[in-house]
């Protein structure tokens, strides 16, 4: 059974950090692009980022470029995401996703949404 575990959400003042876990089971970790992902009250979900587990290689969107990074602990299947300088605008449910058709490569096809998730962990930035 595919299960990823999102941990590390919580409440941040503006400009403060926050680190997220995503622990992976049920497949392959390292071969398949894994991503994080985000739904901010009223919006749609929203790609943040992405990783190539089997490289390393990865993709972020515009508005997190600079301030987030992804990355991965392979020996322990979980990958994390590096919160820094947040804003309230970042505020939102956090999910992790990951792409097991095959179909998608990161980077290569932007951030789209991926086939499986996480139920998610609240990030609560406040001014």
């Known amino acids: 059974e595919v299960q990823l575990v999102e941990s590390g959400g919580g409440l941040v003042q503006a400009g403060g950090s926050l680190r997220l876990s995503c622990a992976a089971s049920?497949?392959?970790?390292?071969?398949?692009?894994i991503g994080w992902f985000r739904q901010a009250p009223g919006k749609e979900r929203e790609g943040v980022s992405c990783i190539s587990i089997s490289d390393g290689r990865s993709d972020y969107a515009d508005s997190v470029k600079g301030r987030f990074t992804i990355s991965t602990d392979n020996a322990k299947n979980t990958v994390y995401l590096q919160m820094n300088s947040l804003k309230p605008e970042d505020t939102a449910v956090y999910y992790c996703?990951?792409?097991?058709?095959?179909?998608?490569?990161?980077?290569?096809?932007?951030?789209?949404?991926?086939?499986?998730w996480g139920k998610g962990t609240l990030v609560t930035v406040s001014t």
């Open positions: 996703g990951a792409d097991l058709t095959g179909i998608y490569t990161c980077p290569g096809h932007g951030l789209p949404l991926y086939d499986y």
């Open positions: 049920g497949f392959t970790f390292d071969r398949y692009p």
